[in-house]
Nanobody, 122 residues
Framework: QVQLVESGGGLVQPGGSLRLSCAASGRSFSINAMAWYRQAPGKERELVARITSGGSTNYADSVKGRFTISRDNALNTVYLRMNSLKPEDTAVYSC????????????????WGQGTQVTVSS
């Protein structure tokens, strides 16, 4: 079982910045990709940004140019740098892991972090 622990959320004023972190831990796994999702009240969860093991990235149109996803492969950690935050970015942000369980040699995408609240408000 792979566990994900997130940190870095909080309250920030419009135009401000935050950095989220998500660290993966466990035994016998290799990472295909890590991603950040968010869910605002009354809305469906949406993909914010994703980064593969090779470093390829993709972003939701709403955050392009403002958010940057990166990862530290040695630490199995993914980061989300969020700049120029807007009130509509307010949501619970969760990280997701796409990985290979090397005990069973199966791909799994069902590991989620506990979620961290990001609130953008003046």
């Amino acid at each position: 079982q792979v566990q994900l622990v997130e940190s870095g959320g909080g309250l920030v004023q419009p135009g401000g910045s935050l950095r989220l972190s998500c660290a993966a831990s466990g035994r016998s796994f290799s990472i295909n990709a890590m991603a950040w999702y968010r869910q605002a009240p009354g809305k469906e969860r949406e993909l914010v940004a994703r980064i593969t093991s090779g470093g390829s990235t993709n972003y939701a149109d709403s955050v392009k140019g403002r958010f940057t996803i990166s990862r530290d492969n040695a630490l199995n950690t993914v980061y989300l740098r969020m700049n120029s935050l807007k009130p509509e970015d307010t949501a619970v942000y969760s990280c997701n892991l796409d990985y290979i369980d090397q005990r069973l040699w199966v791909r799994r995408t069902d590991s989620w972090g506990q979620g961290t609240q990001v609130t953008v408000s003046s």
